[in-house]
């Protein structure tokens, strides 16, 4: 492999995991809320370096995180007056299309109404999260590490503070968050490697540790939701989810040493997640299953409308990840090399 496999991996069981956790099902979200956007800010931080200068690293992340935000936006905004047609949301076109415009400039990630009615964007405030997060993450390289280490504390606390009062637009808030993922994620290029010299007994016992945290964060979930600044149960939640998203990182690895061939469609979803999470956000935002699902069979019991929005979610976003994935014009939007 020309690129590291397992971390191809733990992104397709992250995206996969973020598309599952928009199905509003508790027993799905207790699991997949514990590390499914952290694993992602981690990662980014693993591979955040100072080689690139602050203006060189600004325009790559502008062109790999800002324009995906930006396409995505405009498609979302257009499809709203055609799916707005077919299928009346009981606005008015010109509502529809104003209420967009207007969560795509605001970039929330979630809908507010207060101090004033916002409507939601929905999942790819992730993109601008990690905008300004890798940003600050960038510039504290420049700084000594006896001030980068509190400055990631106190912009963490203020992003937190300030969301008592109101939420600020284009997601500024979740850069705390996502700067403490990327910072702990930056320094695992240091611990990776020491990690690695451990005994297998060591390995297993850190794991086992790490497992056991993970699975009473699961089992004790209260909430945990880094779109809201909310982190449940504060500190002790936090060390669950980066206790989780290590086992998967581990369990990642795993799978790919032992079964390299069955997990390559992973990998696929993996490397192209960013695409994955765009195509999942017009489905999420637009796509009107509850009513699909009555015009195809009628009334459905829960289970079987679950099965339903299942299936049609990943029936729409794999097929459609591919095809842009291998379309050049595609590939540069998203950031990728062309073919």
């Keep these: 492999m020309n690129r590291k496999h397992y971390i191809d991996v733990a992104r397709g069981i992250g995206m996969i995991c973020i598309v ?32 690139q200068s602050i203006s060189e690293f600004c325009k790559k992340r502008f062109k790999t995180l800002i324009v995906p935000y930006i396409v995505t936006s405009c498609i979302i905004i257009v499809l709203s007056v055609f799916f707005n047609h077919f ?50 993450l960038r510039i504290l390289l420049d700084v000594k590490p006896v ?33 403490l993922y990327m910072y702990i994620g930056y320094l695992g290029k240091t611990i990776v490697p020491a990690v690695k010299d451990f005994s297998k007994e060591v ?19 209260k909430s945990f939701w880094l ?16 206790c989780a998203a290590c086992c998967v990182l581990v369990i990642s690895y795993f799978l790919t040493e032992k079964f390299e061939k069955a997990v390559k469609g992973l990998a696929y979803l993996g490397q192209y997640s960013l695409i994955m999470l765009c195509t999942h956000m017009i489905e999420l935002d637009l796509f009107p299953w509850r009513k699909w699902s009555m015009l195809l069979f009628g009334e459905m019991s829960n289970t079987g409308y679950l099965l339903f929005r299942i299936c049609g979610k990943f029936l729409w976003i794999i097929p459609i990840t591919i095809l842009l994935s291998r379309w050049n014009p595609a590939r540069k939007i998203f950031g990728y090399k062309e073919i």
């Design 227 to 242: 779109v809201h600044c909310n982190y449940g149960r504060g500190v002790i939640d936090i060390l669950g989810s980066i």
């Design 147 to 179: 001030y980068r280490i509190p400055a990631v504390f106190l912009i963490f606390f203020l992003c937190k503070k300030s969301t008592e009062l109101f939420w600020f637009p284009l997601s500024i808030q979740t850069a705390g968050p996502a700067l």
């Design 20 to 51: 599952l956790g928009h199905l509003g099902i508790e027993k799905i979200d207790r699991f997949v809320f514990t590390f499914h956007v952290p694993i992602f800010f981690m990662l980014t931080g693993y591979f955040t370096s100072d080689k």
């Design 87 to 136: 299928f009346p949301t009981g606005l008015s076109q010109k509502e529809v299309l104003i209420q967009w415009i207007k969560a795509a400039l605001y970039g929330a990630g979630d809908s507010y109404e207060e101090p004033f009615v916002i409507h939601s964007i929905g999942a790819i405030w992730f993109l601008l999260a990690s905008f300004w997060g890798s940003m600050l």
């Design 203 to 221: 390995k297993a016992f850190l794991f086992a540790g790490g497992l056991w945290v993970w699975i009473s964060f699961v089992m004790q979930f």
